[in-house]
């Protein structure tokens, strides 16, 4: 049996590694060079076929959004129904480098989560209405819906549309170079919080639906502006904030911009371009 010296050797071991890793990890961010599936670019074999994730957050940090075709990989089932969060909740809003466009972070920071307000997008290729969910992600919700007042997404791009396998749509980003935020991040929400810190289940797809609204991301915790629209199902690790539903009118809106298929810039890297329809939000209001 081993002694209380050796165990706290082994603990220290342990945890030696664990920092090393995670100091790797942040070196890799800053590179825009992400790899590893607790940070921005996450690879996910399953029956053989990777998923390549990749978009951009704040301050050239790299977020993630897959490419590879999915068509023979088993299916998965969707995230497990939200747990019950209290009816009101206390968000943080942290500084995070330059804001692509000025704007501030969200003035309410007690948020209820009994609201599912309604947002209405009007973009050059068509209508795209958004359900809010703050019952399950009240904190990406109060921020996504600040971001619209302040009229953060009007003339904004969406820089980059996936059709083969990640089937979305990824907007957000003001400067349409993947690499900007509002200037302030937050943490992940549902359904990410279903699961404990450093859970092995985290790494495992889960189907992301077709019509789910989520958070793009750089790594755990780091949520700002950008997000993707998904007009088809697809498998994604559970590492990405689900907080809204798009609508009728706005699914046809993005199987309009979906046919009209991208220009293969990112094929090499995230996958998939820019929508060779351009995308851009002409404005957004709440309502």
Not at 24 to 37: W, Y
Not at 161 to 170: E, I, R, Y
Request: with cysteine.
């Amino acid at each position: 049996m081993p002694s209380n010296e050796q165990r706290r050797a082994a603990a220290k071991r342990k945890l030696e590694r664990r920092l090393e890793r995670q100091a790797e990890r942040a070196r890799k961010r800053k590179q825009l060079t992400i790899a590893g599936s607790v940070v921005g670019v996450v690879v996910v074999i399953a029956a053989g076929v990777g998923i390549y994730f990749l978009t951009k957050g704040d301050s050239d940090k790299t977020t993630a959004a897959p490419d590879a075709s999915l068509s023979s990989t088993p299916q998965v089932a969707p995230p497990a129904a939200p747990k019950p969060k209290a009816a009101t909740v206390a968000c943080t809003y942290t500084d995070a480098g330059p804001a692509a466009k000025p704007a501030t972070k969200p003035e309410k920071t007690e948020v209820s989560t009994q609201d599912s307000p309604k947002v209405s997008i009007d973009t050059s290729q068509g209508p795209i209405g958004i359900t809010l969910n703050a019952a399950a992600s009240p904190c990406t919700a109060n921020s996504f819906a600040s971001l619209v007042q302040q009229g953060f997404y009007n003339g904004a791009p969406c820089h980059r549309l996936s059709t083969q396998g990640l089937k979305m749509l990824q907007c957000g980003d003001p400067s349409g170079t993947g690499k900007g935020g509002p200037g302030y991040q937050f943490a992940n929400e549902y359904p990410t919080d279903q699961f404990a810190q450093g859970d092995p289940a985290l790494q495992n797809p889960v189907s992301y639906q077709r019509g789910v609204v989520a958070m793009a991301n750089a790594g755990p915790d780091t949520n700002g502006s950008q997000f993707f629209l998904m007009f088809g199902d697809s498998q994604l690790p559970p590492q990405y904030t689900i907080f809204g539903t798009v609508d009728e009118p706005g699914l046809a809106t993005l199987d309009k911009i979906a046919a009209g298929g991208d220009d293969e810039s990112m094929a090499t890297t995230a996958g998939g371009g820019k929508p060779n329809l351009p995308v851009t939000f002409e404005s957004a209001r709440i309502g």
